[in-house]
Each structure stands twice: as C-alpha cells, then as structure tokens.
Nanobody, 112 residues
Framework: QVQLVESGGGLVQPGGSLRLSCAAS??????DSWYWHRQTPGKDRDWV??????????YYIPAVKGRFTISRDSAKNILYLQMDNLKFEDTAVYYC?????WGQGTQVTVSS
C-alpha cells in the first residue's frame, strides 16, 4: 500500500522550532520530487518547499526561505522539514506530497 505519513506537528511559541517528518512506503522506483505544502482555513493548499529526488535542487517560497530547511533520507524514504524561528503566519496544516499522493497532514500552531 502506497502511503505518506506526516508527524512532528504541535503547539510552539513564536521563535520556536519544529521538525516535521514524512515517512513514505510502498512506492515503486521513481525519480519524482518531494514537496511540503501547507493550508489554513479559507485558503488554498500552497507549496512551501521542494527537493528533487537526487537532492541536488531545492526550492522555497520567499516567506520561509532562511527559516525552513527541506531534506530527505533516501535510504529510509523519509522527508523532513526543519522549521526555525516560527511565526504566527506559519500556523497551518502541513502536508507532504510525492507522485501525486498526499499525506494526512500534521497541524502546526504558533501561538504565545
């Protein structure tokens, strides 16, 4: 069964950090890129970071560049998102995506 499972979300104060994980299983051989997206109520689900399968190309939206770091463990098929200096506007449900499949999402809430 092909699936993506996110974990690591939670409640954090502004300026704090969280590390999200996305465990992938059941994929056939593919060179598809990995993505992190986020969504808040009433807004579209927008991508925030991506990494190519070979790890050579990484992209971020300006709002998170310099604060978030995307990486992957290719041997274990785990995608990570290290989030530092979190801001109120980072509050959202975060999803991972690969090959058209989505995880269930993990809630990140930044609040004082």
């Amino acid at each position: 069964q092909v699936q993506l499972v996110e974990s690591g979300g939670g409640l954090v104060q502004p300026g704090g950090s969280l590390r999200l994980s996305c465990a992938a299983s059941g994929f056939n051989a593919t060179d598809d890129s990995w993505y992190w997206h986020r969504q808040t109520p009433g807004k579209d689900r927008d991508w925030v970071a991506m990494i190519t399968n070979d790890g050579e190309n990484i992209y971020y939206i300006p709002a998170v560049k310099g604060r978030f770091t995307i990486s992957r463990d290719s041997a274990k098929n785990i995608l990570y998102l290290q989030m530092d200096n979190l801001k109120f506007e980072d509050t959202a449900v975060y999803y991972c995506r690969r090959s058209g499949l989505w995880g269930q999402g993990t809630q990140v809430t930044v609040s004082s």
